[in-house]
């Protein structure tokens, strides 16, 4: 995964924006430098994200 691009991934669906889902985030912190990817609805990560999603998720 490259750590850099992890903000840019579009979220698929936009629910968060009308309370109609919970708005999420992924946070990896490597080497001291920090990496956040966009925010996207619960259940719903960018497709890049998913199998990263579901492992933190279990």
């Excluded at 968060?16 to 920090?34: M, N, P, Q, Y």
């Amino acid at each position: 995964m490259n750590l850099d691009k992890l903000s840019s991934y579009t979220a698929p669906t936009t629910g968060r924006f009308s309370d109609s889902a919970l708005s999420s985030v992924i946070i990896i912190t490597h080497k001291g430098k920090t990496y956040q990817s966009s925010g996207f609805d619960a259940g719903a990560p960018p497709k890049e994200l998913e199998a990263l999603y579901l492992l933190l998720k279990k």
